[in-house]
């Protein structure tokens, strides 16, 4: 069964530095997601993108933060210069679009010291 | 900004018997709502879906129930099995020019099957 798949599953960084985490979402899907669920709270979205382009994003997603599909399979998340609030887990999702479900990814656990 | 809400933040149900997991929502632009399961360490897995132009939707031992006038839903579990055990979110999108809008999740519900 196809899945999405997210590298590396564990990240620890310094405050400050930067990191890229990366997604291969399902093949034929058209359309991308990460989302973030900070310890304890509940999932969050932060960013959509179709056609090559960001559809939607959300308040947390600031300049810091940015998305990119540089080839046919790969979508990565970067973030310029994290935060200690950067904290979280992080997922990628895709979807064939409509009323497909969004499957998602195992995550990504960022840690930020 | 709480627009999807569960309000049990764990339930226990013996095997065999019906497990009952509720969701209210306050946006009135959500019109598709889904459930996921999630187990420690992996990412949210679909369950169950359903648009706003039903009040129910079933799949195998799993229903869901709409009450838009409420705007409230359920999720059916049963017979329920220790498999089940593990958090269920309930997340809710409204239809856009985007195709495929974002999902606002709720905080989930720790479901424990007890044998």
């Known amino acids: 069964e196809p899945e999405v798949t997210q590298t590396p599953s564990h990240q620890v960084t310094q405050m400050g530095q930067e990191v890229i985490l990366r997604c291969v979402p399902i093949s034929n899907h058209l359309y991308f997601y990460w989302y973030r669920q900070i310890l304890g709270q509940k999932v969050e979205f932060l960013v959509s993108?179709?056609?090559?382009?960001?559809?939607?994003k959300s308040e947390i997603f600031d300049d810091q933060f940015s998305v990119e599909r540089p080839d046919g399979s790969n979508f990565t998340l970067k973030i310029r210069s994290t935060k200690l609030e950067d904290s979280a887990m992080y997922f990628c999702?895709?979807?064939?679009?409509?009323?497909?479900?969004?499957?998602f990814g195992p995550g990504t656990r960022l840690t930020v010291l | 900004d709480q627009q999807v809400k569960q309000n049990s933040p764990s339930l226990s149900v013996q095997e065999g018997r019906i497990s009952i997991l509720n969701c209210d929502y306050t946006?009135?632009?959500?019109?598709?709502f889904l459930w996921y399961k999630k187990y420690p360490a992996e990412g949210p897995t679909f369950l169950i879906s359903i648009s706003s132009i039903k009040d129910k939707n079933e799949d195998g031992r799993f229903t869901v129930f709409l009450n838009k006038s409420a705007k409230h839903l359920s999720l059916h579990i049963v017979p329920s099995q220790p498999g089940d055990s593990a958090v269920y979110f309930c997340?809710?999108?409204?239809?856009?020019?985007?195709?495929?809008?974002?999902?606002?999740f709720g905080t989930g519900t720790r479901l424990t099957i007890i044998p």
């Open positions: 993108f179709y056609n090559n382009e960001i559809s939607e």
């Open positions: 999702a895709s979807s064939g679009g409509g009323f497909d479900e969004q499957f």
């Open positions: 997340a809710a999108s409204a239809s856009g020019d985007f195709g495929n809008e974002k999902l606002t």
């Open positions: 946006n009135s632009m959500f019109d598709y």
